[in-house]
């Protein structure tokens, strides 16, 4: 009886955490050759703060995070599935060459959710009017010049009050 209750919950709890999906397509002509990755809601805060990095490591990081990508075709369309979906998700599009990205609003993807092996409704479209936040990548002091870090901040500071302590000492 125990190996059958055994059984029975592990079934049970490899239904409940099979993740939907959603497949996604991306639409826009000046999109063309240009990685395009889908993300859930929750990692919005986190995929801007890679972009705004930048860095070597940018790409693997979006890729390592990222639900579901592709590139786009010389017409600007690119398709994918985004796996572990949530119901609301968000597209990046971004060109390193140029040092640029696009990302939408998140939005809700939740009637095109399906679970395999069930078959999918149908295809969340993505068009360029939805991409409505765009910037430069690294513009957020990856480069140098930006806030120092706190270590560096703190001997500036340490430096700042004993110059004050010696001259009023003198």
């Known amino acids: 009886m125990k190996k059958i209750m055994f059984t029975l919950a592990v079934a049970m709890i490899a ?3 099979q993740a939907a999906y959603v497949s996604w397509k991306v639409t826009n002509a000046s999109y063309a050759n240009k990685n395009v990755m889908a993300f859930n809601e ?4 986190a995929v801007t ?3 705004t990095a930048g860095g070597e ?3 693997s990081d979006l890729t390592a ?3 579901g990508s592709a590139t786009a075709n010389g017409r600007g369309v690119a398709s994918g599935t985004a796996t572990s979906a949530e119901s609301s998700m968000f597209f990046v599009v971004f060109d390193t060459t140029a040092n640029t990205y696009a990302m939408t609003a998140a939005q809700d993807v939740s009637g095109s959710m399906y679970t395999p092996p069930q ?3 149908g295809t969340f479209n993505v068009t360029a ?14 480069g140098g010049g930006g806030t120092p870090e706190p270590t560096s901040g703190m001997l500036l500071l340490v430096g700042s009050a004993m110059l004050a302590l010696r001259r009023r000492r003198a």
């Open 15 to 17: 239904t409940m955490t």
């Open 42 to 45: 929750s990692q919005m805060s």
């Open 49 to 51: 703060a890679l972009l």
């Open 57 to 59: 490591s940018m790409v």
């Open 65 to 67: 995070a990222s639900q």
């Open 119 to 121: 078959s999918m409704p």
């Open 129 to 142: 009017t939805q991409f409505t936040t765009s910037g430069t990548i690294g513009s957020g002091g990856g």
